[in-house]
């Protein structure tokens, strides 16, 4: 039977890796949920390659996984398939989002191999100290303080651990590169990194140099391309549709008022709304740092 552990953090950052304003509350951002399991879903494929790359270098022997920042849980519940004999503690400072996670994981079955902390993980993770494998997906930049978000995440690993980062370079891109829609894409992504840059500015960091000085030697670093092109699985269109609305509402004011005609046109039921396009092409550049605490 999966369990909570509750402690009486209020997290006072933002929850997601969009533009919204901060949460005191730990709810969910509106429509998050939906894009994080919207893009685990499309981007299935590509995840499982992923943790089988961390399978590699993790080896046979992992017990007990952390996913830091879980969210939704679509990094829990991808190495709960990737390593058939681990148990995995998901943490998020949202305790709604952990709720979710214990409803999923009873449903499918998995309930006594998920438990969930509730933590600001950007303080350490308390209680935990054996994780053979630490995951951290879109989760890192959300914290306040890298360098002691990384001693905890040290001291919550075995020696000889391994921890997984994973980071988004900014917002997926949908239309067609060449043309309005490719510049009109640009623009926005250059206006999001600025409101990214002043309410969170660890995104985009140098990860390898930071887990590097926090005594976590960086032994694999990639960054790969995404790509999902017609005939596109389904979702595509409504995942297009949640990313441009979100990105519409954070954009007020940061781009000029043909931009914001222009997404309003994206998501609004006329002939360019993106939910029933054919010529959406999906993409989202991940970057990766396989790092190990010595042995
Ligand atoms: C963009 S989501 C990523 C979710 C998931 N890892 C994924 O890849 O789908 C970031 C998550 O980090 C959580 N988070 C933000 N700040 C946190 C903190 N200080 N401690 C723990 N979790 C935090 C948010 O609540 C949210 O669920």
Redesign the pocket.
Known sequence: MAHAHRDQHS?T?P???SAHHAHDSGAIPDGLPEI?DL??ALFAPHLTALTGRVACLAGDDVRHIV?L????G??TFALLEQFPAARVTA????PA?LEHIVTVARERGLGDRVRTLE????AGLPGVTDADLVWA???LH??DDPATALAGIRAALRPGGLLAVAEVDGMPTFLPEDGESGALEARCRTALDGLHAERLPHRGADWGALLTAAGLPVEQERAERWELRAPLPEGAGRYAYLVFERVRGSLEGRVGPEDLAALDRLVDGGPEDVRHRGDLVVRSTRETWMARRPA
């Open positions: 997290p950052h929850h997601d890796g994080l893009d685990a996913d920042g879980a969210g939704t679509t990094g943490v998020d400072s949202s989002m933590a600001d993980a950007g997906s879109a989760s959300h914290l």
